[in-house]
């Protein structure tokens, strides 16, 4: 064959590959999937935030704006502190003129990726683009138009100093806790001016088109800061960080593998994955951490130290998902957590972890539920150590929400007598012995509900080390935990008012409140009796014994159409109002808000009924609805993973609804095919034959083989690996796992 044929059928050959690359696509990694922008425009409360970070690291940007249709950023952010509410230190680059402190730039042509992020400045003036390590990272800072080039470093509230190649220093997060940063410029200033105790400036000549900055960050020190620096960065190579990051989400990302679908349903599977990396952040530095509880410095004895995790979002999904998927990491947050109980003089169990310490925002103390999952889950957690500290938060910290860290008080003493909240009346005082935040209220029925969880949840650690005991005395000391904690894990019971079928606040004489109206009682976010939602989503707050609510309420039949109710039961009033008084409750079906955590696991009740056919019609509502790869695809405050667990577990096909309870029920898978490389190095593989949209029903099932006519599989059916096989329809099977005993557990197997 003469050259010029091989060269021209080379070159077909070649435009055919072109051709079909370009109508199929080319491959995408799982990280390419991610979306930040989803949810940054919020329906009504806080969006999410386009999070640039490596999963559960220390080192934490977003842009310093509200939402993603704010007009204007405020410089070049540094370190997030506090999971969207606080930040620290800002980079402002200027042109010309006299260098300011603070400065608004409009921005254009933005991208952003888990692991770096590109926008332009001041009407294109400037660029900047960025990559992140754990706990340092490099700015490339460009200048287009003509002036001298200006970098102001400001630390808002603290303090910074400086040298002839770095500026360092340090800022405060809240009380005694600091955060610290040193920086390097890899073109030498040809000045640096201070410009006041609070920020420098770096000047550059006018001929200068890029500038390359380095930082560490650190929680310990300025000189930690720099040792971080220099442990994970060595020269400016932004782009060679670049891949080191993707690479990394990659690996975290592929721990779930999922074909079939469409790209927006994978967008939407794989960005709420990667939001649940946000949070708890490890803080360990060179084997010590700051630990905001008790003002020190401690070594992390070769156990990296986690922290900054709102436990009452996420001890309902995004737990449960982690010790599925990474158990290293989630068995070293719990130990992170008895170290924070040893750290904060009272030796109890944190609620709501930053690193300021244990916040105690929210109620209840249902890191005892996460506890109590994870042993139940067969990771290693220190047992003994973990029911003292939760019996000790159950015990003797103050019930009363928001509560910091006060000794039991008058609610405390009276849930302990009589086994409920007692609720005031409209116009009733509170009492000065009950220390309860103005704003929270007492939630009274809230917290009773969410109390008798944890104390169920503490039976299961009791009930864990019995079956581990090594001789008969601590045994029975332990059966008998169990059984007194499970006992007082039925105190709903004392709140639940038979004539509607909800729970209602009871006085302190034992009366149901008079003329209580469930669905619009109290106030903002009906926080004297409920939380952030009203009695509809509390109607269901019994997570962890639904076949005794489902006695309570009369039976199978009338608990399916007391669901069907919620999710067909109009808001009652204009939206305007509805939401003036439960700003939370929104992605709404009828009285159910799929924004708010405590209502997720709703949609999954019908299989405890007899009707899983409606569970499965229900959740791909739910996804379908509002979940979507849009920057209003998130319907509420998704809290870094605590709502979009819910959406990570449902579009598998399977979701955790009690946690303590080593069982997950059955949905609708989204995917054709899933892979879940569970932490034990077993693989749990889910097939949906013919999965869409419309099929969406499971005509049958096979676990590994076997015929399988129960909406639910254990934990224990699935360790060892597992091949979950579901054949879907557009049709419902109405009596697939329909019968009495094919029912998910509850309070125990």
Not at 638 to 665: Q, R
């Amino acid at each position: 064959m003469r050259d010029s044929e091989f060269m021209t059928k080379m070159r077909v050959v070649l435009l055919c590959v072109a051709l079909a690359t370009s109508a199929c696509g080319a491959a995408k990694d799982v990280v390419d999937y991610v979306n930040p922008y989803i949810g940054n425009v919020s329906h009504l409360l806080v969006p999410t935030y386009p999070c640039v970070h490596l999963p559960n690291s220390m080192l934490r940007v977003y842009p310093d704006r509200y939402d993603y249709v704010t007009e204007y950023v405020g410089g070049l952010p540094v370190i997030v502190t506090n999971h969207r509410e606080r930040s620290a230190f800002k980079i402002i680059p200027q042109i010309g003129g006299v260098a300011r402190e603070e400065v608004r730039y409009t921005y254009d042509n933005e991208h952003i990726k888990p692991y770096e992020y590109d926008v332009e400045l001041d009407d294109n003036r400037m660029w900047a683009k960025y990559a992140v390590s754990h706990q340092s990272a490099i700015y490339e800072i460009g200048f287009k138009d003509a002036g001298e080039r200006r970098i102001v470093i400001n630390s808002r509230n603290g303090k910074l100093s400086y040298g002839a190649d770095h500026v360092s220093g340090w800022q405060t997060v809240s009380g005694d806790t600091r955060v610290y940063v040193y920086l390097e410029s890899g073109t030498k200033p040809e000045a640096v001016v201070p410009l006041g105790e609070h920020s420098v400036e770096l000047k550059y000549g006018a001929s200068i088109e890029c500038v390359k900055l380095r930082y560490g960050v650190s929680f310990i020190s300025e000189e930690q800061a720099k040792n971080n620096l220099r442990r994970e960065i060595s020269d400016y190579d932004r782009e060679a960080l670049v891949l080191k990051g993707r690479s990394e989400w990659n690996r975290a990302l592929g721990k779930i593998e999922v074909e079939g679908g469409s790209d927006d349903q994978k967008t939407v599977f794989y960005t709420s994955f990667y939001r649940i990396y946000e949070r708890p952040i490890c803080i360990s530095e060179d084997g010590r951490y700051w630990n905001g509880d008790d003002n020190r410095v401690h070594d992390d004895g070769g156990v990296p130290f986690y922290t900054e995790d709102w436990i009452w979002d996420t001890y309902h999904a995004a737990h449960p998902l982690r010790a599925l998927v990474d158990r290293g990491v989630e068995e070293r947050i719990l130990k992170s957590f008895l170290r924070m109980a040893e750290h904060n003089g009272t030796g109890w169990i944190p609620t709501f972890p930053g690193i300021e310490g244990d916040t105690r925002r929210m109620n209840c103390n249902h890191t005892v539920g996460t506890m109590a999952d994870a042993l139940w889950l067969g990771l290693d957690v220190d047992a003994e150590a973990a029911y003292k500290a939760c019996r000790g938060a159950l015990e003797e910290k103050s019930l009363a929400p928001w509560s910091g860290n006060l000794r039991a008080n008058y609610l405390s003493r009276f849930y302990a007598e009589h086994g409920y909240i007692p609720a005031l009346y409209v116009g009733e005082k509170e009492t000065e012995d009950t220390t309860v935040h103005s704003f929270e209220n007492r939630q009274a029925v809230a917290v009773t509900l969410g109390t008798a969880y944890d104390q169920w949840a503490l039976s299961r650690i009791a009930e864990y080390l019995a079956g581990t005991a090594k001789d008969k005395k601590t045994r029975a000391f332990y059966r008998g935990e169990a059984a007194k904690y499970r006992e007082l894990g039925h105190n709903y019971r004392n709140l639940y008012y038979a004539p509607t079928g909800f729970f209602y606040p009871k006085d302190r004489d034992g009366n149901f409140l008079k003329d209580f109206e469930p669905t619009f009682g109290g106030t903002m976010g009906a926080r004297e009796y409920y939380d952030e939602n009203n009695g509809w989503v509390y109607r269901w707050d019994v997570k962890h014994n639904m076949a005794d609510l489902v006695r309570l309420m009369g039976g199978r039949e009338q608990f399916k159409a007391n669901l069907d109710r919620t999710f067909g039961e109009s808001l009652g009033k204009f939206k305007f109002e509805f939401y003036h008084q439960f700003p939370d409750h929104t992605g709404n079906v009828g009285q159910f808000s799929m924004a708010n955590e405590p209502a997720m696991h709703i949609p999954y009740l019908y299989n405890y009924a007899g009707y899983p056919w409606k569970t499965q019609k229900r959740v791909r509502q739910m996804l379908d609805t509002w979940f979507r790869n849009d920057v209003m695809g998130v319907p509420g405050d998704e809290d870094g993973g605590g709502l979009t667990s819910f959406v990570v577990f449902s579009m598998m096909g399977f979701y955790p609804v009690t946690p303590g309870l080593p069982a997950y029920n059955i949905g609708s898978p989204v995917f054709e095919r899933v892979k879940v490389h569970m932490s034990n190095g077993n693989v749990l593989e889910i097939e949906a034959r013919g999965a869409s949209r419309d099929a969406k029903y499971i005509r049958s099932a096979t676990l590994n083989g076997r015929e399988w006519n129960k909406p639910w599989f254990s934990y224990a059916d699935v360790k060892g690996g597992a091949r979950l096989v579901m054949e879907m329809s557009s049709e419902p099977n109405k009596t697939w796992g329909a019968q009495e005993d094919a029912v998910p557990p509850s309070e125990n197997f």
